[in-house]
């Protein structure tokens, strides 16, 4: 891969949940009713698009996001956040009624492993709030699935317009076959395929995600890397080995770096290789903007495993 080759721009908006985290390190991640002594603590913005169109931009791509908070200092926060990003918020919805997403993540040092409790927000984003966006301008719209039924229809849109659906889908939601039959790519966690189709193989889970509609499905396991599949294909991506700091925010990472050979129309191999290599640089660091990988780290650590 040469980096020179990865530079074709394209324009992408996000749409979904955006909210602040309070990310804090402990030793071990405690089991119910015990309590674990804090090493340090950070708060970030996190959501799983707003992070996957910060990396899209670092990349060269024209991005913006759809979402809703408040005028608190949390909602100052998130503003302060995309902006120094270069993700545009110009589609935003911003009102001093409304109360700003918050989570809390628990990561566990030497591991990176986490745990996570979120908070939405108050006001999820509807049908009024699709008014006015010149859909034929963007390339392609990523969703997270959330809220279902304006997902539904601000995929429809895209495709209506000639784009790409890119779904990065992390737990059940209401009409979710619906939303997956409009995708041309969908990310799923493991855990959530297995939570989908109980007692099913992963393989065959993921074919049935295919014959919903989805043109591409990946899925991400952790240690055990990632798979992809469409109508006649089916991959698999061993994990790369790092010393593993955080890994909040990885599938995230996985899925802009997906979204962004996608839209360059390069090979499954070569795009599920690159975005492992991505989540695997991620996890190296701690937060959600500081860690994102630039296209140098990415090709650098690609070429390393090529000369091994």
Same mark, same amino acid.
């Given at each position: !891969?040469?980096?020179?080759?990865?530079?074709?721009?394209?324009?992408?908006?996000? !749409?979904?949940?955006?909210?602040?985290?309070?990310?804090?390190?402990?030793?071990?991640?405690? $089991?119910? @009713?015990?309590?674990?002594?804090?090493?340090? /603590?950070?708060?970030?913005?996190?959501?799983?698009?707003?992070?996957?169109?910060?990396?899209?931009?670092?990349?060269?791509? *024209?991005?913006?996001?759809?979402?809703?908070?408040?005028?608190?200092?949390?909602?100052?926060?998130?503003? #302060?956040?995309?902006?120094?990003? +270069?993700?545009?918020?110009?589609?935003?919805?911003?009102?001093?009624?409304?109360?700003?997403?918050?989570?809390?993540?628990?990561? $566990?040092?030497?591991?990176?492993?986490?745990?996570?409790?979120?908070?939405?927000?108050?006001?999820?984003?509807? *049908?009024?709030?699709? %008014?006015?966006?010149?859909?034929?301008?963007?390339?392609?719209?990523?969703?997270?699935?959330?809220?279902?039924?304006?997902?539904? %229809?601000?995929?429809?849109? !895209?495709?209506?317009?000639?784009?790409?659906?890119?779904? @990065?889908?992390?737990?059940?939601?209401?009409?979710?076959?619906?939303?997956?039959?409009?995708?041309?790519?969908?990310? =799923?966690?493991?855990?959530?395929?297995?939570?989908?189709?109980?007692?099913?193989?992963?393989?065959?889970?993921?074919?049935?995600?295919?014959?919903?509609?989805?043109?591409?499905?990946?899925?991400?396991?952790?240690?055990?890397?990632?798979?992809?599949?469409?109508? #006649?294909?089916?991959?698999?991506?061993?994990?790369?080995?790092?010393?593993?700091? @955080?890994? #909040?925010?990885?599938?995230?990472?996985?899925?802009?770096?997906?979204?962004?050979?996608?839209?360059?129309?390069?090979?499954?191999?070569? +795009?599920?290789?690159?975005?492992?290599?991505?989540?695997?640089?991620? =996890?190296?660091?701690?937060? #959600?903007?500081?860690?994102?990988?630039?296209? %140098?780290?990415? %090709? *650098?650590?690609?070429? /390393?495993?090529?000369? /091994?």
């Amino acid at each position: !891969m040469v980096q020179d080759k990865l530079k074709k721009s394209f324009s992408i908006l996000g !749409m979904g949940t955006v909210v602040v985290d309070h990310q804090v390190v402990v030793r071990e991640l405690p $089991e119910p @009713d015990a309590k674990a002594e804090i090493l340090s /603590d950070r708060f970030q913005v996190g959501g799983p698009v707003p992070t996957a169109l910060a990396l899209l931009t670092r990349f060269g791509a *024209s991005t913006s996001f759809i979402g809703k908070w408040s005028t608190d200092r949390w909602g100052e926060m998130i503003e #302060n956040d995309l902006g120094q990003a +270069r993700v545009d918020i110009g589609q935003a919805v911003v009102s001093p009624a409304m109360k700003t997403g918050f989570a809390h993540v628990w990561v $566990e040092a030497g591991t990176g492993r986490r745990s996570i409790a979120a908070y939405r927000g108050s006001h999820p984003i509807e *049908s009024a709030d699709l %008014e006015g966006i010149a859909w034929p301008s963007y390339h392609a719209l990523h969703l997270d699935a959330w809220p279902s039924d304006t997902a539904i %229809e601000a995929a429809r849109h !895209m495709k209506a317009s000639g784009g790409r659906v890119f779904i @990065d889908f992390g737990s059940p939601k209401p009409d979710w076959e619906t939303l997956i039959g409009l995708a041309d790519y969908v990310n =799923c966690p493991r855990r959530l395929v297995d939570v989908l189709f109980p007692g099913t193989p992963m393989e065959e889970a993921a074919k049935r995600l295919v014959a919903l509609g989805a043109s591409e499905v990946t899925v991400t396991d952790g240690d055990s890397g990632a798979w992809f599949f469409d109508a #006649n294909t089916a991959l698999h991506q061993p994990a790369i080995p790092v010393d593993a700091v @955080d890994t #909040n925010g990885a599938g995230d990472v996985f899925t802009g770096a997906m979204i962004f050979l996608t839209m360059q129309n390069r090979p499954p191999e070569e +795009r599920l290789r690159f975005a492992t290599a991505a989540a695997a640089l991620k =996890c190296q660091q701690l937060g #959600n903007r500081d860690a994102l990988p630039s296209l %140098e780290k990415i %090709e *650098s650590l690609l070429g /390393d495993r090529d000369s /091994d």
